[in-house]
């Protein structure tokens, strides 16, 4: 089993940043590749980015791309996803992921098996 619990939600102005924190318990953390996925209301839960097991491949979705970045302290058990330039449509409720163990990053929901409760982040225009 791993427990995630996120942090770092609030509301902010469009431009603005935010850093997303999700601190993780249980099994080796290091094992697992983590992601970050966003839902929005009357939407599907979408992948937002990635990063392996190490921390050396990270991926991101296209409309993140250049202004959010993910990044894990494996000594710490956290993964964080720092948020600038921040849009109104980033508007969501923001989960942290772990994988099934495989340690490769990947955009598919599916490939996660661990889920944390999500974390509100809404941007005002």
């Known amino acids: 089993q791993v427990q995630l619990v996120e942090s770092g939600g609030g509301l902010v102005q469009a431009g603005g940043s935010l850093r997303l924190s999700c601190a993780a318990a249980?099994?080796?953390?290091?094992?697992?590749?983590m992601g970050w996925f966003r839902q929005a209301p009357g939407k599907e839960r979408e992948f937002v980015a990635a990063?392996?097991?190490?921390?050396?491949?990270?991926v991101y979705a296209d409309s993140v791309k250049g202004r959010f970045t993910i990044s894990r302290d494996n000594a710490k058990n956290t993964v964080s996803l720092q948020m600038n330039s921040l849009k109104p449509e980033d508007t969501a409720v923001y989960y942290c992921a772990a994988d099934r163990g495989t340690g490769l990053a990947s955009k598919n929901l599916l490939a996660y098996y661990y889920w944390g409760q999500g974390t509100q982040v809404s941007v005002s225009s």
């Open positions: 990063i392996s097991e190490s921390g050396g491949t990270t």
């Open positions: 249980g099994r080796t953390f290091s094992r697992y590749a």
